[in-house]
């Protein structure tokens, strides 16, 4: 099924990628970053200041991205398309499916995105890239969300993200730093409902940093602080990646995540694999 | 019950953000580490300047001559480049380097503003003529780090560059 899903997306892309060759070749190599879990332009995890792919003020850029999360009693596999209109704003649009394998059974999700960026560019500016975006969730399969006490199966995340690359900052190498501050009443992204009888602390910070150890690879962290709604002492996800960018029609990243403790099943700790096109 | 849970929720909340100071203090240390340490990577070859590091006027000449032949073979910025005088503008973007990279040259020519005013050069093209140095570069056998520093001189340069 997934695989389907990434061979037709595989085709679309290749063929466009012929025809509308350097549509969009505006920025230097890896620096727009690939696409996160939720579909917005970012990290793994976390969303970037950075818009998705490598259009320009001139130009407009589409990128599509599969990735799959494995960890010990869960897996989530999420495609995600972006569209980058002048390098201004970002839509995006992804679907989760979140497989609970104590339970056999598989929760998804569907999330709209937007971002727009509201000044500076993560390059050429001195000040950061700020950008401002939504994430709007809808959960598909809600009875386990109820069940463990969420409140509604949609909620809207609003974020803002500051992200900045200095050129030749560490002994000559390329320093990625980006800060996005979430407003969102999701629990575990979403995957297991909104709200919840533990509701509090509303606003998450979440945070990446990576290198570029030469044009073509970057390695980095990240750290997302989520809200525990539910109670069931959810807990702050991190991860640890490598991204390889071999030209401007793909990237790979693979990465080691922490996502602590899943509807009370702790340790959930393993993999992610993730590839993007970009047209 | 409730207020057990919320002890824990307020913990919780609390590590998080320890956490998430701790993280950045990492993140700003890592920085400061480089920041502290970027020109003293002069230390391990005794106060070079970038323009040593580079290779000095052979190297950026040689730059220049690749550059020169990109953009000829380049149709996002060769438009601009037409009516240009090729020598003209190898000599003064040479100085300009040496210049801009602390080398033993004083570049006295226009503005970049004067230079390139009435070119409109659009971001795009910019971007694209900073990825034909950076080839430029890299034909010229330059060392990632380097070109990362002398990108880094010239990336500020846009906005007096663009749209001009
Ligand atoms: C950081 C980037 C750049 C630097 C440092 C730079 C520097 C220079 C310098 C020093 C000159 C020679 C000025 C003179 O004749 O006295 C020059 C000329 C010129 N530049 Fe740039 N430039 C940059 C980017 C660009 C871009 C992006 C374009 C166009 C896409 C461009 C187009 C030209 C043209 C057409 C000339 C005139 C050549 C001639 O007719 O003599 N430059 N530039």
Known sequence: ?279 | MKRKINNKIKADVEMGMRKVTQYLMLVILLGCAACASPESSKNNSSNASLYQKIGQKPAIDNIIDNLVNLIGQDNVVFSHFAQSNVTHFKEKLSIYLCNITDGPCKYNGDTMQDIHKGMHIDTNQFNHFVELFIAAMEASNISYPIQNQLLARLAPLRESIIKM
Not at chain 1, 153 to 180: E, P, R
Request: aromatic letters at 12%; glycine letters at 8%; hydrophobic letters at 45%.
């Open chain 1, 1 to 279: 099924m997934i695989m389907n899903k990434f061979t037709s997306i595989f085709y679309a892309c290749f063929f466009t990628v012929f025809s509308l060759n350097c549509l969009a070749e505006g920025k230097i190599l890896a620096t727009p970053g690939v696409s996160q879990i939720e579909g917005s332009g970012g990290g793994g995890i976390v969303p970037w200041a950075q818009l998705a792919g490598y259009a320009t003020e001139e130009s407009i850029s589409a990128s599509a991205a599969c990735s799959r999360v494995t960890v010990k009693d869960f897996s989530l596999d999420s495609c995600g398309v972006q569209a980058n209109f002048y390098d201004r704003i970002e839509l995006s649009y992804a679907k989760q499916t979140f497989e609970v394998n104590p339970l056999k059974l598989d929760l998804k999700q569907t999330i709209i995105g937007a971002k727009i960026n509201l000044f500076g560019d993560l390059v050429y500016t001195s000040l950061p890239q700020i950008s401002l975006g939504i994430q709007s969730k809808r959960l598909k399969t809600s009875d386990v969300a109820f069940a463990l006490g969420a409140e509604k199966d949609s909620g809207t995340d609003v974020y803002i993200a500051a992200s900045k690359l200095h050129l030749g900052f560490i002994n000559g190498y390329n320093w990625l730093w980006n800060i996005t501050a979430r407003h969102t009443k999701a629990n575990q992204i979403g995957l297991l409902g909104f709200g919840g009888a533990n509701e509090k602390a509303k606003i998450q910070l979440e945070a990446s940093t990576a290198i570029l150890l030469d044009r073509h690879l970057a390695i980095g962290v990240e750290y997302r602080q989520k809200p525990d709604n539910l109670g069931l002492g959810e807990n702050h996800w991190k991860d640890i990646f490598v991204a390889w960018f071999p030209n401007k029609h793909l990237s790979v990243t693979l990465a080691y995540v922490d996502l602590g403790s899943i509807a009370a099943i702790d340790k959930q700790t393993g993999w992610y694999l993730s590839t993007m096109w970009y047209l």
